[in-house]
């Protein structure tokens, strides 16, 4: 296969996607296929050129026309979201991973909630607050905004109608967890919403889950065993996720047989519900009473050493090689 890996990009994430690139293609290019690496954000921009119109010269440039499938590699932003999907649906070309829709969806945390709930999938109870731009516009991010959606200095009334403290305030569109907040009293709920209205129109206010952190990885045509992250602080944060002996990972996660049926199963219902291709990443919280609940579906998991789709497959006999060439494979499904 001749394949193009974009990757890197302008978004938060940028760092781990230069990594993830770097891994497929080298694997890529073990197993014999000829692959190359595109940079959206590489070039310096021409003149007035925004960082938009460098990822669209980057996609329609040269290497990725050559390409027979483009293995989307892009972390969070415009490559995560359905934008970069449009523009390869525009250009004709065959991708990895999920579509402009399940792109888009996915990245909305609130209405990936929704569609969890329609499919049975169980997930933490939320609280919409928009922040100033939201509400004043009711456009910002190009998040729905619902009549029950909260108002700036509704803080309170969303954690009272959670039932209380602790709750995670977290922005609805980013990754990495990026801009979220474990809030254990009403001293630090401003800060946390301030923090994470930074970051987008939508906050969304969570129940927390306490408990541990599973993740169901996703491989068409493969059921992977569940993968247990142990954070060595609290929070399952950017750091823990990055940094080399920051988690501890088991795979197959030590969660009894029927729970673990279950939440695989759930898992690979919210990849469908919200309408996902190829492959991804579930993630979990599983309380102390047995009870698990979905929080988000990654359309573009990490694919670094330390990453858990890879981690999975592993566990499950297929390689790393392997792995990437089944999910360019799949882009051509
Ligand atoms: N409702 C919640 N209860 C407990 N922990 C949570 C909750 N929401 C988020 N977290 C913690 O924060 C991490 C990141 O949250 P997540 O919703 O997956 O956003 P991101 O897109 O930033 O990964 C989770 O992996 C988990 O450790
Ligand atoms: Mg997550």
């Known amino acids: 296969m001749r394949v193009a890996v974009i990757y890197g990009g302008a978004s938060a994430e940028r760092e781990v996607s230069l990594v993830t690139g770097r891994a497929v293609a ?137 039932g209380g403290y602790p709750i995670i305030v977290k922005p609805n569109d980013q990754g990495s967890t990026v801009g979220l907040t474990l809030v254990e009293d009403e001293k630090a709920l401003a800060g946390a919403f301030e923090l994470a209205a930074d970051h987008s129109s ?14 169901v990885a996703v491989l068409e045509g493969t059921r992977l065993p569940l993968v247990e992250a142990e954070p060595s602080t609290g929070l399952y944060d950017y750091e823990c996720k990055y940094t080399k002996g920051m988690t501890e990972y088991t795979c197959p996660a030590d969660v009894p047989g029927d729970i673990a049926e279950k939440m695989t199963d759930a898992g690979h219902r919210a990849f469908e519900s919200l309408g996902c291709h190829g492959y991804g990443r579930v993630d979990f919280r599983l309380a102390p009473d047995g009870r698990f609940y979905c929080l988000e579906v990654n359309t573009v998991p990490g694919m670094t050493d330390v990453s858990l789709v890879p981690m999975a497959a592993a566990a499950a006999g297929v390689s790393f090689g392997e792995l990437c060439e089944r999910i360019a494979e799949t882009a051509l499904s």
Not at 203 to 215: A, D, K, N, S, W
């Open 26 to 162: 080298a694997a890529l290019r073990e197993r014999g296929h000829e692959a190359c690496l595109v940079d959206t954000a590489s070039k310096e921009p021409a003149g007035r050129e925004s960082a938009s119109d460098a990822t669209a010269r980057a996609i329609m440039g040269e290497d990725v026309a050559r390409a027979e499938v483009v293995f989307v590699a892009l972390h969070g932003g415009a490559g995560e979201n359905g934008t970069v999907q449009g523009l390869l649906e525009l250009a004709g070309k065959r991708y990895t991973g999920s579509g402009v829709f399940a792109s888009a969806l996915a990245m909305d945390k609130r209405m990936s909630k929704l569609a969890f709930r329609a499919a049975g999938v169980p997930t933490p109870e939320w609280r919409m607050v928009l922040s100033d731009d939201a509400a004043g516009s009711a456009a910002g991010s190009g998040s729905p905004v619902f009549p029950d959606d909260l108002s700036p200095g509704d803080e309170r009334r969303a954690a009272r109608e959670l």
């Open 202 to 215: 939508h906050v969304l206010f969570e129940r927390y889950i306490p408990g541990r952190e599973l993740t």
